[in-house]
T-cell receptor, first 114, second 114 residues
Framework: AQKVTQAQTEISVVEKEDVTLDCVYE???????LFWYKQPPSGELVFLIR??????QNEISGRYSWNFQKSTSSFNFTITASQVVDSAVYFC???????????FGAGTRLFVKA | GAVVSQHPSRVICKSGTSVKIECRSLDFQATTMFWYRQFPKQSLMLMATSNEGSKATYEQGVEKDKFLINHASLTLSTLTVTSAHPEDSSFYICSARSSGNTIYFGEGSWLTVV
């Protein structure tokens, strides 16, 4: 069975702080994809990143960075110098390369205060 | 880039009536589409997998007679909530898989049953 765990339900930080959102996953598949999505209050899902299970390189995109560690089945997301506009719910997700069903974690609600 | 569009974005219907939500892939063909439901402050839960030209595969606990899914073409899947009740009020969101196995999400549809 596949499972995604986001243990942090809510995080509150002050603007300009760095914040890391944790994601731990479980799968028996050898090939899979991991994702992070942002969901602002309006509801739409904003795609942030997709990572293939064979690619363990960390990635940086502006203030965003991701740390993928297969050994610990984790795919953590760090926002550097957070801004108020980063306030949203962030979902980590896992997709098998077979059926491509995407399983979402419970989400982490991030509040960034000015 | 590829876009998945949902319509309507918001709908209010009376209890006991049926409502249809459309999911369209605008510039690619999607052999597989997925439907999710999200209750307030909860995660996205997969309802069903829709394959073009065949019956949808429903997740455990999802009533197939209540949530009718039709995937009549490579660019359109519809979700019909039959005999809607207030407890069906939710955020419904679809995703579509491209031939390159990339998943794209629609903007979501807010359903309120009164």
């Amino acid at each position: 069975a596949q499972k995604v765990t986001q243990a942090q339900t809510e995080i509150s930080v002050v603007e300009k702080e760095d914040v890391t959102l944790d994601c731990v996953y479980e799968t028996r598949d050898t090939t899979y994809y991991l994702f992070w999505y942002k969901q602002p209050p309006s509801g739409e899902l904003v795609f942030l990143i997709r990572r293939n299970s064979f690619d363990e390189q960390n990635e940086i995109s502006g203030r965003y960075s991701w740390n993928f560690q297969k050994s610990t089945s984790s795919f953590n997301f760090t926002i550097t110098a957070s801004q108020v506009v980063d306030s949203a719910v962030y979902f980590c997700a896992l997709s098998s390369t077979g059926g491509f069903k995407t399983i979402f974690g419970a989400g982490t609600r991030l509040f960034v205060k000015a | 880039g590829a876009v998945v569009s949902q319509h309507p974005s918001r709908v209010i219907c009376k209890s006991g009536t049926s409502v249809k939500i459309e999911c369209r892939s605008l510039d690619f063909q999607a052999t597989t589409m997925f439907w999710y439901r999200q209750f307030p402050k909860q995660s996205l839960m997969l309802m069903a997998t829709s394959n073009e030209g065949s019956k949808a595969t429903y997740e455990q606990g999802v009533e197939k007679d209540k949530f009718l899914i039709n995937h009549a073409s490579l660019t359109l899947s519809t979700l019909t909530v039959t005999s809607a009740h207030p407890e069906d009020s939710s955020f419904y969101i679809c995703s579509a898989r491209s031939s390159g196995n990339t998943i794209y999400f629609g903007e979501g549809s807010w359903l309120t049953v009164v």
